[in-house]
């Protein structure tokens, strides 16, 4: 079990919005910046957001994410099937007493 | 630009240790600490641990601890993650990303697979 949770999938049509949500809790999410991963299949992870709600350059602002308390979600508008991978959250987590990162257990997004 | 190489596949023995470089470039090595991630096969991102090149101090998730050792060498902007006492759960991709806070840059992935 992640320490953030996250919903295992969500769908949407070409050109629609979707939002993915990421639960967490004071120890991590609630204390901390969040950032969200792209992954396309066999490739390597790829940064979207930072700091909660900051795009690296290069990512198209159609990609978005907020935080509000212990939750943090990822917004994409104007779907494309390029867009079609599995999303990760992850954040600093205090609840071990040290300093461990964590993440939540992955979306995966199907572009209909 | 900024760029994580990481050394090839690996194929090991239960009980054996493995040891993965990543080279760093395009950037400051010190400057950014460096993670550890593993992407078992079906699976999500688990994070080992994380080392910071400036000093050489670490951090470890617990599930790892007493089994995982991270090091670096500044004079060639490398960092190494050696697990030891493999067994086939430990079968996974393995990436070094830098961070610390967002990983933004990536290495490509080593493939470690144990097997008998």
């Known amino acids: 079990q992640s320490v953030l949770t996250q919903p295992p999938s969500v769908s949407a049509a070409p050109g629609q919005k979707v939002t993915i949500s990421c639960s967490g809790s004071?120890?991590?999410?609630?204390?901390?910046?969040v950032s969200w991963y792209q992954q396309l299949p066999g490739t390597a992870p790829k940064l979207l957001i930072y700091d909660s709600n900051k795009r690296p350059s290069g990512i198209p602002d159609r990609f978005s994410g907020s935080k509000s308390g212990t939750s943090a979600t990822l917004g994409i508008t104007g779907l494309q099937t390029g867009d079609e991978a599995d999303y990760y959250c992850g954040t600093w987590d205090s609840s071990l007493g040290g300093g461990d990162w964590v993440f939540g257990g992955g979306t995966k997004l199907t572009v209909l | 630009q900024e760029q994580l190489v990481q050394s090839g596949a690996e194929a090991k023995k239960p009980g054996a240790s493995v040891k993965v470089s990543c080279k760093a470039s395009?950037?400051?090595?010190?400057?950014?600490?460096m993670h550890w991630v593993r992407q078992a096969p079906g699976q999500g991102l688990e994070w080992m641990g994380v080392?910071?090149?400036?000093?050489?101090?670490?951090s470890y998730a617990q599930k790892f601890q007493g089994r995982l050792t991270m090091t670096k060498d500044t004079s060639t902007n490398t960092v190494y993650m050696e697990l030891s006492s493999l067994s086939s759960e430990d079968t996974a991709v393995y990436y070094c990303a830098r961070g610390p806070n967002g990983m933004d840059v990536w290495g490509q992935g080593t493939t470690v697979t144990v097997s008998s």
């Open positions: 004071n120890s991590n999410i609630g204390n901390n910046y």
């Open positions: 080392i910071n090149p400036s000093g050489g101090s670490t």
């Open positions: 395009g950037y400051t090595f010190t400057s950014y600490y």
